[in-house]
């Protein structure tokens, strides 16, 4: 793992495949819903959805799966870009996905009474059925929620209060004029700009619309308006066409005094436009309420916050992971796991102040065990600490290990270095530092 790699934060998640990042912002936490391409993918081979969260925008803690295809009973397949919206102390997730009775693309929404799940289907069937794909949820200040989606065409419809039915008699189509989408070339069947993927909002009173455009390959683009549904105007290009990905999905948050942008590329390892993976970049608005125009990065955002070690930290916070996995934990949550020899974590912007004496895990092994070593500063950095870690008898049966440390002062990035013998080495479900 060359250096440039190792202080890397882009893509935020790398060990499994992401796409088409929702960011949702919710009692001072990002949770973060993405697509998961499944490993070796050719086509878009997507099957659940995944939930990760962060406080500081560098360290995202994997919550697993809570919702797939099979949480709803009619959906055949093809588990693709959605969007997750809180309201009334309820979690809604609008998702794409094709109709066993009939083939076509259809609007599915799962609830949840936590952001992290599990959901279950809202209503049993689809929310919308016409074809299309990619929906987007915008609630207005007067309360107004509006579902929007669409490939090739743009719809919405005036959600209910209850967020799952609709006012109408039926989607409304968003016309698409070169004037409010820009204009394409070479395409008598798609006058504009805009593909797929809309991204709503609202900022200072101008409504956002943030896009997948021009395909293929996709660039970012975007339009405004002085309402909800038009009329819109052109503003031009948020991220131009680059990275190993032919799409490109936007998500687009405010978060502890910060902008971030949201969007997915092949930039892993077996990256490609059918193995994807999302990143997040910061920005800042232009006066005018303009959005400038963004590059991928390898490095990502700065924290927006420091992580405290004193209390107890899921070994899946992660800012970012070599060679491990995760899985679900018998004690709830998720576990690190499928670790070897010379795998390692990082934690990003630990403040461990005026310092620690020692370190606490969960961990559990169906083998020999083996060793965690705490290093600042990278894999090979500072030896701060030194846990053994033994057999525990299972995979799932956990024991508790400590160990002391010193040297470990100040803000630093941490990080966890496994070492043992060969084969699989141990499980971690937490840790923690004692001041």
Known sequence: M???????????????????????VHDGRVYLYTGHDEDGSTTFTMKDWRVWSSADMVNWTDHGSPLSLATFSWARSDAWAGQAVYRNGKFYWYVPVTSRATGRYAIGVAVSDSPTGPFRDAIGRPLVENGEIDPSVFIDDDGQAYLYWGNPNLWYVKLNADMVSYAGSGPTRIPLTPAGFGARTGDPNRPTLYEEGPWVFKRNGLYYNVYAAKCCSEHIAYSTAPGPTGPWTYRGT????????????????????????????????????????????KFSYNPDGSIPTMTMTTAGPPPADVLNPFVRQEA??????????????SEGGMNVGWIDNGDWIKVKSVAFGGGARSFTARVASGAAGGAIELRLGGPNGTLVGWCTVPGTGGWQNWATVSCPVSGATGTQDLHLRFTGGSGYLFNLNWWQFAR
């Not at 899946?316 to 934990?329: K, N, Q």
């Open 2 to 24: 060359s250096p440039a790699v190792a202080s890397a934060d882009n893509p935020i998640v790398q060990h499994v495949y992401t796409a088409d990042p929702s960011p949702l």
């Open 238 to 281: 948020v991220m131009p066409t680059q990275g190993r990905s032919f799409t490109n999905h936007p998500g687009l948050i405010d978060f502890k005094g910060g902008s971030y942008f949201f969007y997915h590329n092949g930039a892993l390892p077996g990256g490609s436009g059918y193995t994807r993976s999302v990143a997040v970049e």
């Open 316 to 329: 899946e916070t992660i800012a970012w992971g070599s060679g491990i996995e995760t899985e679900r934990a």
